[in-house]
């Protein structure tokens, strides 16, 4: 069974919920206003794609490529990207909401978080050697057994990340986020 193969092309305003974006490779495609709420993306390639103001939250993931992907402004909430095929995940998040989302065990280095509400998100095992997590909310997000080396914090709020159960070698981190690393302590600081 052959695979479609769509190359540059612009997807505006598509409604995906009912009828699905049929299964192939894209390349150097942008889709805009796009509702995936609930679809399947599986087995499916993105390749030097952009997803612009699109929802696609709880979209089924299993075995999807995403390199060299952007997503701006998306809803992208349940997300299990540690279903995606494990060589093909290289993205890019600004003005995301991924809340609930997980990256269980997912190697995300050098991935950039911009602007991203990342509550609940799980990072378990995850690699996010020199991730950077710029002005995201990082409420409830799991880190655990996660590789932090050269980790950039230094502007994320609300996380709690437990220095004895995860690498953070290099990690960088503001005076303000001090607590987020010393909650389990139960210790005051002050200004």
Do not use: W
């Not at 699905?20 to 679809?39: H, I, P, V």
């Not at 998306?74 to 989302?101: P, T």
């Not at 997980?102 to 995300?108: E, G, I, P, T, W």
């Amino acid at each position: 069974m052959s695979r479609n193969e769509i190359e540059g092309q612009l997807f505006d305003g598509q409604d995906y919920r009912t009828e699905a974006l049929s299964k192939g490779d894209y390349e150097d495609c942008r889709f805009t206003n796009c509702n995936f709420s609930k679809s399947k993306l599986s087995h499916s390639n993105f390749v030097d794609c952009l997803f612009e103001d699109c929802d696609l939250t709880m979209a089924q993931l299993a075995d999807t490529g995403f390199r060299e992907v952007v997503f701006l402004r998306c809803k992208l909430i349940g997300l299990h990207f540690e279903d995606c095929n494990a060589y093909s995940l290289d993205v890019r998040f600004d003005a995301c909401q991924l809340d609930l989302s997980a990256f269980f065990k997912r190697s995300l280095k050098g991935m950039t978080f911009e602007n991203c509400s990342l509550k609940e998100v799980d990072f378990v095992e995850a690699d996010l050697t020199e991730a950077r997590f710029h002005n995201c909310d990082l409420t409830g997000a799991m880190f655990e057994n996660s590789l932090l080396e050269k980790a950039d914090f230094r502007t994320a709020t609300n996380f709690s990340i437990d220095p004895e159960m995860n690498r953070l070698q290099k990690a960088r981190f503001s005076r303000h986020g001090l607590h987020g690393l010393l909650h389990k302590y139960n210790i005051q600081i002050e200004e």
